[in-house]
């Protein structure tokens, strides 16, 4: 079974921002990490730490919006790298958009395991 499910996690203003795709959005997600992993890989160790986290994920309940992550990519958005691959203003501010476009608030409980 695929992931259902695309959330998105920023920290900004001292707190997190987090919203949630789901449908054909899922797959634009997909399409953009994709993209992202078929560029060539630089030095590792740009930055600390992620500033913000794309988590792939299926739902174990919906209704308490739990889910569980399948893949989570943090993104370096100091630096613009995701994967220790560099990516342009451009590309991100497209994954935003996706979010911002199809995407709803997201207060529910992501899962590792």
């Not at 900004?12 to 795709?21: F, I, K, N, T, Y």
């Not at 399948?70 to 342009?88: A, C, M, Q, Y």
Request: proline share 4%; net charge neutral; glycine share 8%.
């Amino acid at each position: 079974m695929g992931v259902s499910h695309a959330v998105l996690r920023e920290y900004a203003r001292d707190g997190w921002w987090e919203r949630v795709v789901t449908g054909d959005a899922v797959g634009e997600v997909e399409r953009w990490l994709a993209m992202v992993e078929a560029k060539p890989l630089q030095a590792p160790g740009a930055s600390g730490k992620p500033l913000a986290w794309l988590c792939l994920a299926t739902c174990n309940d919906y209704a308490a919006q739990r889910m569980r992550v399948e893949r989570s990519v943090g993104l370096l958005t100091d630096v613009l790298r995701v994967l220790d691959r560099s990516i342009s203003p451009d590309e991100l501010r497209r994954l935003f958009g996706i979010f911002e476009r199809h995407g709803r608030p997201f207060n529910g409980t992501l899962e590792n395991e």
